[in-house]
């Protein structure tokens, strides 16, 4: 299995600006058990500083620029089961980059019982399409996630 961890990816500051960000939309929009906005590159110079970091790292792993990103939220008792990002057939890597950690539950978790733990500001990339992931149930607290899928360029 390849998944490239980087922790520190985001700082406090930049995690808690796109918590922030998230809970002032009045644009979100709901998907199974979670909460999520698109961000949108072309209207605010944060996110695509945001965006650029994203593609350095991804153009390192398989020549791949951001295809589209998220802020999502996942209240307590939210989780994901098992899946395959089968999003559009040109995505070739996903990201999850986890903007807080002060919550209970809520790994990222593989098939072959690797857990990651949640840490602020850690990003983690993997192959979605191919890689079966899911997320482990809610315990307490809420938990906010920065999710990117990628598309070769």
Not at 54 to 59: D, G, K, M, P
Not at 129 to 139: D, F, P, S, T, W
Request: with cysteine.
């Amino acid at each position: 299995m390849i998944v490239l961890i980087k922790d520190n990816f985001l700082s406090k500051d930049v995690c808690l600006s796109l918590i922030n960000y998230f809970e002032n939309s009045k644009e979100k929009n709901k998907h199974g058990t979670t909460t999520f906005i698109d961000l949108n590159v072309s209207k605010n110079f944060k996110e695509i500083k945001l965006k650029n970091k994203h593609n350095t790292i991804s153009n390192l792993i398989n020549n791949s620029v951001i295809d589209w990103i998220q802020i999502v939220k996942w209240e307590k008792n939210s989780f994901q089961n098992l899946h395959f990002d089968k999003t559009k057939e040109e995505t070739t890597l996903s990201s999850i980059c986890y903007l807080n950690d002060d919550y209970e539950g809520g790994q990222t978790y593989f098939e072959n019982d690797i857990i990651f733990k949640p840490k602020q500001g850690r990003v983690i990339f993997f192959d979605g399409n191919y890689y079966h992931h899911g997320v482990k149930k809610i315990e307490k607290g809420t938990r906010y996630t920065l999710a990117a899928w990628y598309m070769n360029i």
